[in-house]
């Protein structure tokens, strides 16, 4: 016997998180299905009150062009539409969770290229083994001051001895 209520969240699949949040977003605003119909159809979708509701019921799938369609009228990022709906309906929860993606994403082809680096400079010190230890030093100076720059952006400079004396 099918779940006549499905999950909700992330469990629903795309075309599910769609069909919520259509029926969420006309809510939330206030519309009918009428009232929707008509400004999907105003912005060039061609969509009647009975489709929207058979959307939003999940009795009818809905295509690409709509989702596009939807996503306009309603001033939606396409992306935010087809999110899960807990979140996707927190638009800065979701322009949050893209920016750590990316930067997730960046830190990844960053380690890549630092891996790929250091696997060429010892390759080379291998072959040049009276470079090594100078290159060695150089490479953990270079390092531990770009860490430190990294802390002082981050955190700011450390307190100085004056303010410390004032706290004891």
């Known amino acids: 016997m099918a779940d006549e209520h499905p999950p909700q969240g992330v469990l629903l699949s795309g075309e599910g998180n769609v069909a919520v949040r259509i029926k969420l977003e006309r809510e939330a605003r206030g519309w009918s299905t009428n009232a929707l119909s008509d400004r999907m159809n105003e912005a060039g979708f061609e969509m009647n009150p009975s489709a929207v509701w058979r959307i939003e019921n999940g009795k009818r799938r809905i295509n690409l062009d709509e989702t596009i369609g939807f996503a306009e009228v309603f001033g939606l990022d396409l992306r935010n539409l087809v999110g899960p709906p807990q979140l996707a309906a927190k638009a800065r929860a979701m322009e949050l969770i893209d920016e750590i993606l990316d930067a997730f994403r960046a830190t990844q082809r960053a380690n890549m290229a630092f891996t790929e680096a250091r696997d060429a400079l010892d390759a080379y010190l291998t072959e040049h083994p009276d470079v090594r230890e100078e290159a060695d030093v150089m490479v953990s100076n ?27």
Do not use: N, R, Y
């Open 142 to 168: 270079a390092m531990a001051e770009e860490a430190s720059k990294t802390m002082l952006k981050m955190h700011g400079p450390p307190p100085s001895d004056a303010d410390s004396v004032g706290e004891a």
